[in-house]
């Protein structure tokens, strides 16, 4: 059901300049006003968030929040949505990623299309009740394992996305090249998926047996289409791979400045200082977008060291610090890469936080920031952020702070996109007295 004129009032805005309260607008599902308020309304007009069940939460026009935090709608930039939930099918009994990578191309020929779609579609929905409400999705398309398996998962992919429009945005970037840039008919192939209405080059060369090759092949067909390339880079504890260094040059060389994103770059840790100055230098000049893994990364890397084991997380604080645009996301969601996870961003800023030392007062800001306005920047998303004149499309979460989102990671979500209410999950009692809750 539609709602497009809505009100809200006693809104926390966590990412807001000078805090306080707010009272909120929607027109025709836009932002019509943002007005802070002097302090708490009471009013009888507005019903209370947390009295509403999902039926009268769809029709009430005039809501109190009740101070709750109010965000943007997560943007989560990386993500494999094909991959998610199919560790019952594939294992990873070592835990590194060239097992992962082995093992899950050794049964993708068993997954039927229909399977592939329902895991999106899960994967999807799921994100988007936490209130993800746009995913950049790379998808696995085996080509060298024959035309009809790697378009099973490109016709799966856009079938699923046309059953969650409503409610979520999803692009889709396919690895085009492990191992495959020159094999024959692979540019073909991705030309047609690219017409079929795939959103940009993704690929992986730092696996590819010439990673310069596969780099100038994807901006070739990038180009070509007039589409934004995000390539996993340097996913490895090795400093000698830097693959990011020739990405730069072919960014510059392209003028691909602000449509070209670097996901992973863990061996960007394990480099001296020097180099890693040198390239994050470089990255700033390109005008790179870069995306951080912490949970996968600290799950995969470092599994052949001893002692002192290098956990694979980029240098998040130096990136920020260069000015290059640092998003945190979710990468992979029980699989063989990674068999924890839910899409849950607020899960992924708090080990952002842990892992990169994210955690002072001040850090709070950057991290929801990593969760929101700099991966929708990275990702295109017109028209972002709780702003007059913007679509509305947000998240309300059971908490009274920024702060406290990463203190508590509120389970209770009311989530707002494309007009209406799409998902609203059950409030939980609030015991201000824990021990009175266990006495008889």
Known sequence: MMLDDLEVINVRLPLAAGGGLFKLRIKDGKWSSIEAQEGLVISDRHL?????????????????????????????????????????????????LLEAIENYRSVVPSFSKELIRERIIKSALRAASFGSLTLRSHLDVPFHLGREVAFRTVEAALEARETVKDFVDIQYFPMYFYDSANHRGITEFA????????????????????????????????????????????????????????????????????MA????????????????????????????????????????????????????????????????????????????????????????????????????EEDLDTILRMLTHLPAAIAGVPEYGVSTGNPASFVVLDAGSGEELLQELPATRWVYNKKRWIYASELKQQ???PIAAFLP
Not at 77 to 94: F, Q, T
Not at 298 to 316: A, C, K, M, P, S
């Open 48 to 96: 209370p968030i947390s009295k509403l069940n999902f039926d009268e939460l769809r029709t009430t026009r005039e809501i109190d929040l009740q101070e709750r935090v109010l965000l943007p709608g997560f943007v989560d930039v990386h993500m494999h949505l094909d991959k998610a939930y199919s560790i019952a099918h594939v294992r990873n009994r070592s835990g590194t």
């Open 261 to 360: 994103t670097a996901g992973h770059l863990c061996s960007l840790s394990a480099m001296a200082q020097k180099e890693a100055d040198r390239l994050i230098g470089k990255m700033a000049d390109a005008g790179i977008g870069t995306v951080t893994l912490p949970v996968v990364n600290l799950y995969l890397q470092g599994r052949g060291d001893h002692g002192n084991v290098r956990r694979g997380l980029t240098r998040v604080k130096e990136l920020l610090k260069a000015g290059i645009p640092v998003a945190a996301a979710s990468d992979n969601i029980q699989d063989p890469f990674h068999p924890f996870g839910r899409g849950d961003m607020l899960q992924i800023g708090l080990m952002t936080a842990y892992a990169a030392h994210l955690a002072s």
């Open 431 to 433: 015991w201000t007295n």
């Open 191 to 258: 030309e047609e998926t690219l017409r079929m209405g795939i959103d940009g080059v993704g690929g992986a060369p730092h696996l590819a047996p010439d990673p310069e090759a596969g780099i100038r092949w994807a901006f070739e067909l990038a180009t070509a289409f007039n589409r934004p390339i995000d390539l996993h880079c340097d996913e490895s504890d090795d400093p000698e791979v830097k693959t990011i260094d020739f990405y730069c040059d072919q960014v510059l060389l392209h003028g691909y400045g602000g």
